[in-house]
Structure formats: structure tokens, C-alpha cells
């Protein structure tokens, strides 16, 4: 499978990695005269990104995540891959790359994107979830509605 990327770069996902993880691409066979290409609104730095930890997951036990995470503390139940993941993205990269696993029935990665949100945001006032985002802007009662809005959303989902 090939994505097109908003910075007009194809990156490959290779077949062993959509029948591994993807719950809808999971039936792909190899075959080198029908390509499905993806065209996503996702820089290829972080396509490059999920294609390389899938690749490195491929050798690996994926990691069983409880719903709730107990203490808050997600390392504990991930493999040292999923780990070294985690502590190389941004929020915002979690933000989009929860998007492309969705996108592709990445389930693992979604669950992953999501239940680190969870424990990053757990238990944070509006200020410090606005100051872990790295967003400026002015504050309002609106905006706190908003964020709120969207942090029950994660939660909910997780």
C-alpha cells in the first residue's frame, strides 16, 4: 500500500505490516501489479514514523493495555519498543498519528495513541493540558469548554 503524503511524498506500508495490525487491510496479499495508493493529509515524517515502529513491532509480542491504565503509568505494560516510541513523539504527533491508525485499522496503534493521552492528560487542569500542547492562546470560558469536549472524548474512547 502506498500513502501520498501532504508534502507530495509516497511512503510504502509494507504487506506484512497491514496483515499484522490492520483490521481492514489485514486480508492484503503481495502483489506487485495491484497498489493501493492513499492519498492523507499526514506529513511522511510521520507516516516514515509509524512504518518504522510497525516494522520493529513485527518481531515482537504486541502489549495487552488494561482499560483503565492502573496508576497512570502506561510503561509498565508496554515492550520496550512501544515504549522508546512513545518518548520519540510530540502531542501533536500523537494527535495525527491516532488519525492515520484509525484511518488504516491500525488498532493497536490507535489504542496505543489513545491510551497514552489518557495518562499524559489525567488528572491536568486546562493550563497544564494547554501548556503541554504547546498552545498559546488566549483563555476563555469557551475554550475551556472545548478542551474539555475533547479531553472527555479521548477518555471516553480509551
Known amino acids: 500500500?502506498?500513502?501520498?503524503?501532504?508534502?507530495?511524498?509516497?511512503?510504502?506500508?509494507?504487506?506484512?505490516?497491514?496483515?499484522?495490525?490492520?483490521?481492514?487491510?489485514s486480508q492484503i496479499q503481495e502483489n506487485s501489479r495491484n497498489k493501493t495508493i492513499f492519498n492523507f493529509k499526514v506529513e511522511s515524517v510521520i507516516v516514515i514514523k509509524v512504518v518504522d515502529?510497525?516494522?520493529?513491532?513485527?518481531t515482537s509480542e504486541i502489549s495487552?493495555?488494561?482499560?483503565?491504565?492502573?496508576?497512570?503509568k502506561i510503561e509498565t505494560y508496554l515492550n520496550e519498543i512501544e515504549c522508546n516510541f512513545l518518548k520519540s513523539i510530540t502531542p501533536i504527533e500523537r494527535q495525527t498519528i491516532l488519525k492515520l491508525a484509525d484511518d488504516l485499522g491500525?488498532?493497536?496503534l490507535s489504542n496505543l495513541m489513545l491510551a497514552s493521552f489518557a495518562c499524559e492528560f489525567v488528572g491536568c487542569t486546562t493550563q497544564e493540558f494547554l501548556k503541554k500542547c504547546n498552545i498559546n492562546v488566549e483563555y476563555t470560558p469557551e475554550l475551556e469548554k472545548e478542551i474539555q469536549k475533547q479531553f472527555?472524548?479521548?477518555?471516553?474512547?480509551?
Request: glycine share 2%; net charge positive.
Open 1 to 25: 500500500m502506498i500513502i501520498n503524503t501532504l508534502d507530495d511524498k509516497q511512503v510504502n506500508i509494507p504487506v506484512p505490516i497491514l496483515q499484522k495490525f490492520s483490521k481492514t487491510n
Open 53 to 58: 515502529f510497525l516494522q520493529k513491532l513485527l
Open 64 to 72: 495487552i493495555i488494561p482499560k483503565p491504565v492502573p496508576n497512570g
Open 106 to 108: 491500525l488498532e493497536h
Open 152 to 158: 472527555d472524548t479521548i477518555i471516553k474512547r480509551n
